[in-house]
Every structure is written in structure tokens, then in C-alpha cells.
């Protein structure tokens, strides 16, 4: 692995860290998880973060993204999208890093899980946060 490569692992983790931090605090977030490369082990150089946020107030975090600024230094946005219930928000950071915020209701892990979502899920995952045991209960039903 090149020393590059290693940078870029240490500021995916310092980013996750923060944002894990920082998501215990609100009450209306009911779960973090990584997805993605960064969860399945695989990243390169080039691979973006990619987050799924649980929240019951998705609003808060769709249309000013002031609160990136929790885990990320200057962040910029770069595209949204939606994808069914979950809404992407992906930003740049100065260090050409990319992060994917998937924000979503619980109900994205409703079950019997939408085939979409157990799909992400299945693909790797890690769980940052979880109080209320949402993505525990929809692993079990893989």
C-alpha cells in the first residue's frame, strides 16, 4: 500500500470518527452506517466514502449542509440525488476526498427490506451508530 494511499485511509477514518461523534448528540439520528469499499475493506486511491444516515428529521440535513462542517473542513457540494427514499448529498473536500451522505428515514430499513437496500447492505457495511438496534434488526434478516 503506498504512503498515499495510507494518508487518504487515516483522513476517511478521522472523517468517520468526527461524524460518528458528532451524530450521538442529536436525538433525531437514529443510525450511521458506512457502506461501500470503506465498509467491504477494498478502497483505492480514488474511492469515496459512503455513509447512510438515519434520521427522523431528514430535513435538517437535506437543504443547508452547514452541518458537514461537524466532520469536514470546507466542504463543498458537489451533486445530489435521489434515489427512492433516500436522498444522496455528495460533497468534495479541499483534498479532492469525496463523501457520499445517503440520508434517509428509518423506514429505509423497513422490513421485508426493499431489495435496493439489502443489496447496499449486503455489498459490506459497517455500523457507526446504532441506539435503537434498526440496522442489527435488518442484518438478521439478510
Known sequence: MT???KGRRRQVEAVIASLTE???ERED???LAVVGSY???RPRMGSDVDLVLLTTEPDNYLHDLAWTGSFARRPRLIRTE???PMAERRIRLPSGLQVELGITTPAWLALPLDPG???VLRDGHRILHDPQNLFTKALAEL
Open 22 to 24: 458528532w451524530v450521538r
Open 117 to 119: 437496500t439489502a443489496r
Open 3 to 5: 504512503a498515499r494511499l
Open 82 to 84: 435521489q434515489w427512492g
Open 29 to 31: 439520528v437514529v443510525g
Open 39 to 41: 465498509a467491504y475493506g
